[in-house]
């Protein structure tokens, strides 16, 4: 089956050079979801759009943006690179089901890219 | 905003023994709590989820149990095996209507001796 891709894998850049995060949501799903995970911590809520929308914004910094495309791919543009910054992105997708009063729905997330700020 | 606790941060079991992992939530408005696998290198994976309205939820080997009042819950792994050695992580979530979005537990880090 068709898994959450997350482009590229890895990325080494310099501090205060600016940096593009890709993510294919799996097929016909219409949220993604980004989270920033840090060495040996949980993943972090970043930001999320809903049907192209921001839907949800977390502790994402203002040096970040992102957006969601037609296609529903998303991106993550990041600028002003400090060292902090390095850590591990991933794009989670999903897709609203079920019906009645929990409207709740499983979120699978890719691969990640490994940011390295140097 | 959600408060996840997850304990322990570390387990190590004997292959073939149980392993348990608990979390408690603070937020009383929750109503979905995945269970998510991750191994190294790796992006979480979706093992279970449990929903509000059902208190115990079990798929072969793996089981996770809801106290709402409480505000726990936790997961259960039976017979256990090396490739079940991961870091463990629970979320809980208001929903899709709410967002979705995940607040991560800090992670079980599971060791399964063979």
């Known amino acids: 089956a068709a898994g959450v891709i997350q482009s590229p894998r890895h990325l080494i850049k310099e501090k205060r050079e600016t940096a593009t995060l890709k993510c294919y949501p799996i097929?016909?799903?219409?949220?993604v979801y980004w989270y920033q995970q840090g060495p040996g911590q949980d993943p972090q809520f970043l930001i999320s759009?809903?049907?192209?929308?921001?839907?949800d914004k977390g502790s994402i910094p203002d040096r970040f943006s992102a957006q969601q495309f037609s296609d529903y791919h998303s991106e993550l543009n990041m600028s002003s690179l400090e060292l902090g910054d390095s850590a591990l992105y991933f794009c989670?997708?999903?897709?609203?089901f079920g019906q009645g009063l929990e409207k709740n729905t499983e979120a699978f997330f890719g691969q990640g890219t490994r940011l390295t700020v140097v | 905003g959600e408060n996840v606790e997850q304990h322990p941060s570390t387990l190590s079991v004997q292959e073939g023994d149980s392993a348990v992992i608990k979390c408690t939530y603070s937020?009383?408005?929750?109503?979905?709590f995945p269970w998510y696998k991750q191994e190294l290198g790796k992006g979480p994976q979706l093992i279970i989820d449990?929903?509000?309205?059902?208190g115990e939820k079990k798929d072969q080997r793996i089981a996770v149990t809801l106290n709402k009042t409480a505000k726990h819950f936790s997961l259960h792994i039976t017979e256990t095996q090396p490739e079940d050695s991961a870091v463990y992580f629970c979320?809980?979530?208001?929903?899709?209507?709410?967002?979705?979005?995940?607040?991560f537990g800090g992670g079980t880090r599971v060791l399964v001796k063979p």
């Open positions: 449990i929903r509000s309205n059902v």
């Open positions: 937020d009383s408005a929750s109503n979905y």
């Open positions: 097929p016909r799903h219409d949220t």
């Open positions: 759009f809903y049907e192209k929308m921001q839907s």
């Open positions: 989670a997708s999903s897709q609203k």
């Open positions: 979320a809980a979530s208001r929903g899709k209507a709410a967002g979705n979005k995940l607040t």
